[in-house]
């Protein structure tokens, strides 16, 4: 069974600081990892990362992949209050069935002004 | 719209009643999911459209779960004789047919925020 795990499952910090948000997975046929930002309802799509090393960007947001060790990070640098959210990260295996994505519990993130 | 669109945003219904959730993809997404989040939870797989072939519904919680697709686009979602347990945010996904070596990206509606009481 797919397994994706965040951690912390929260985390509060003052504005301005830096974060790093975790994502560890165990699937089989692994395909690509995706990133997404959840507030109030549905989930925003920030990055979908398929190789190791390259390090994906959008403003003060980046994420790198680990095909090696199976993790991910998610970095967001001098955080303001409109980053609080709920991030999920999700992984999509290859291969048959739903081609549905196995989600994270995800990181619950506030940031305090 | 541009976007996935779901309706209601929002249902409040007696336990027991049935309720019906609509989902109108991207125009051209032949790939339509279902997915719930519970409060605290992450996201629950729940069903996947994928063109004319036969849904895969191996995430549906229960018989009183059932969902359509019409016509290849909008699909409905129903829960029947609903009790407080299914009060949770549905959310429904489409994605393109087009199949890369890196996957697709699917993209998430707004929901449908549904309370039993």
């Known amino acids: 069974e797919d397994k994706v795990v965040q951690s912390p499952l929260s985390l509060v910090v003052h504005e301005g600081d830096t974060v790093t948000l975790n994502c560890s997975y165990e699937v089989t046929n692994f395909r690509s990892l995706l990133w997404y930002k959840q507030e109030k309802k549905a989930p925003t799509f920030l990055f979908m990362l398929?190789?190791?090393?390259i390090e994906k960007k959008s403003g003060r947001l980046s994420s790198i992949l680990d095909k090696k060790e199976l993790f991910s990070i998610l970095n967001i640098t001098a955080t303001q209050t409109g980053d609080s959210a709920v991030y999920l990260c999700a992984v999509s295996p290859s291969g048959g069935g739903a081609d549905g994505l196995t989600f994270g519990k995800g990181t619950h993130l506030i940031i305090q002004p | 719209g541009a976007g996935v669109s779901q309706s209601p945003s929002n249902k409040v219904t007696e336990k027991g009643k049935d309720v019906e959730l609509r989902c109108d993809p991207i125009s051209g997404h032949t790939a339509l999911y279902w997915y719930r989040q519970s409060l605290g939870q992450g996201l629950e797989f729940l069903i996947y459209?994928?063109?004319?072939?036969?849904?895969?519904k191996s995430g549906l919680p229960s018989d009183r779960f059932s969902a359509e697709r019409t016509g290849g686009s909008v699909s409905t979602l129903t829960i029947q004789r609903t009790q407080q347990e299914d009060s949770a945010v549905y959310l429904c996904?489409?994605?393109?047919?087009?199949?890369?070596?890196?996957?697709?990206?699917?993209?998430f509606g707004e929901g449908s925020w549904l309370t039993v009481v």
């Open positions: 996904a489409s994605s393109s047919a087009v199949r890369t070596s890196s996957g697709n990206t699917i993209y």
């Open positions: 398929t190789s190791s090393g």
């Open positions: 459209f994928q063109g004319n072939s036969a849904p895969d």
